[in-house]
């Protein structure tokens, strides 16, 4: 073989990407492992600190989850935490906040109720904030800017201290893949530059061609965004799935309006989530509310029309497809979201209209007080599968059982990417019959 083969290369150097690469050095006997990295960093595009909302979604706030897929997550964000526990990471780039999903009206207040009682075993330090607590701990969510008292009820279901809340995923891709690469006794190379424009099946062994250079490899695993889909299709797999790309925008206070995250009671018709406020880490704490979801034909966000093409092809358009939008814009909810979500990226009404729904999180701020955050935001593959005409919540995986795998993982993607690394290091390790050490993987991030 020649000196460019190994034994997996993972495609892809965002936060999927370097958790996988650094499972596979860590817990495994898989001795030579490379990762690619189409740009000239790490993290350049949705694991980027300014392309998501920094939160670690364990399911406590996040209103969407069911208990089962909240028991699912809690553990896989439990990683992230004990992994930057174990590394001395906290208040470098993991921080604990102050964290809440609020209800606003009777209605919801009803739910975040009954909700608080579905969850309080699960999440044994939820905690129910009245209105007066709220005065106290978020006043901002009460009073207007006349300094009156809110009409409508509001409860809010969270937790003050002493739970993490918060991490650069960025900052923590580029950890991952230094500790995978100060492990003895492995050959863990990054390449980056190293943009892929094919891979084949070649026997046993796949080749992965770059605009440089040939690789080699027995095992592939491509979690590379949207394009994991494009290249699935280029050759011949995931061919029951689209693609339809949303990207993801926010705006910036210009001064500190919440002591922590507010998160609101989500429509379940919406895959999308919720408009909620976070303190963001990379802004001096301040506020940063989002995101809004505007539908774009192309892969990526900030990188020119280049991925323009790649969109259309991965959109995979048929019949099928045909039937999913049918079936979304007919609904007059997914409909006006989806239209307002459009005006929300045009000039003069955009900031106007944003800080309308902003107001139902805090009734004070002023058009002065927020402003377009300029290159924040990235884009989540929302996968459309043809076979049950459904746009797909969550992620989604190809794996033909050839070698390869094929991942498109939208939110909660950083906040599971031990855990989906987890799942994928195994598939590795059956297929090539290595060795994975569950023991000392439990023992680091799970126990």
């Known amino acids: 073989m020649s000196k460019n083969h190994y034994e997996v290369i993972v495609i892809g150097g965002g936060i999927s990407g370097a958790a996988l690469f650094y499972e596979l050095a860590k817990y495994t006997d898989i001795k030579k492992i490379a990762l690619l990295e189409k740009y000239d960093s790490l993290a350049t595009l949705n694991s980027k600190g300014t392309s998501n909302s920094q939160t670690i979604h364990c399911g406590d706030i996040e ?25 001395g990471y906290e208040n470098k780039f993991m921080f604990a906040h102050q964290k809440m999903a609020i209800g606003v009206g009777d209605t919801e207040v009803a739910y975040m109720r009954k909700r608080y009682e ?14 007066e607590k709220l005065k106290e701990i978020e006043p901002k969510l009460v009073f207007d800017e006349n300094g009156r008292e809110r009409p409508e009820s509001i409860v809010g279901v969270g937790v003050q201290s002493g739970e993490w809340s918060t991490v650069d995923f960025g900052a923590m891709t580029e950890t991952l893949v230094q500790n995978a690469k100060n492990i003895e006794g492995k050959e863990t190379d990054l390449f980056l530059n190293a943009k892929v424009t094919s891979i084949k099946q070649l026997g046993n062994v796949h080749v992965v061609q770059t605009e440089k250079e040939t690789f080699t490899a027995d095992f592939v695993v491509v979690n590379a965004g949207a394009h994991s889909l ?9 061919k029951d799935f689209g693609c339809l790309p949303v ?19 989500q429509n379940p018709k919406l895959p999308f989530a919720a408009l909620h406020g976070d303190p963001d880490i990379l802004a001096n704490g301040f506020t940063r509310f989002g995101p809004t979801a505007l539908v774009l034909p192309k892969l990526e966000r900030y990188h020119g029309n280049a991925t323009v093409i790649d969109f259309f092809k991965t959109l995979n358009f048929d019949t099928n497809i045909l039937k999913i939008f049918k079936d979304l814009l007919g609904d007059s909810d997914i409909r006006n979201y989806i239209f307002r979500n459009f005006l929300f990226e045009v000039p ?15 009734p004070s701020l002023q058009l002065e007080d927020i402003e377009y955050a300029e290159g924040f935001g990235g884009v989540r593959p929302q996968v459309l599968n043809k076979k049950t005409q459904k746009l797909m919540l969550g992620e989604a995986s190809v794996n033909p059982g050839t070698g390869i795998i ?11 990417c031990l855990g989906n690394a987890e799942r994928d290091v195994k598939l590795v390790c059956e297929y090539l019959k290595k060795e994975f050490n569950q023991e000392e993987f439990n023992k680091d991030l799970v126990d």
């Open 63 to 87: 209103t969407n989850y069911t208990v089962e897929k909240a028991t699912n997550v809690k553990r896989t964000a439990k990683m992230v935490e004990k992994y930057c526990l174990q590394y």
């Open 406 to 416: 094929f991942n498109m993982t939208p939110s909660p993607g950083a906040t599971s």
């Open 118 to 131: 579905d969850f309080k075993e699960l999440f044994p330090y939820l905690e129910v904030f009245e209105k």
């Open 230 to 238: 494009y290249l699935a299709h280029q050759m011949g797999h995931g």
């Open 348 to 362: 003069h009404f955009n900031k106007k209209l944003f800080l309308k729904d902003a107001r139902k999180i805090v």
């Open 247 to 265: 990207a993801g925008s926010f705006y910036l206070t210009t001064k500190k309006i919440l002591n922590g995250k507010v998160y609101m009671v």
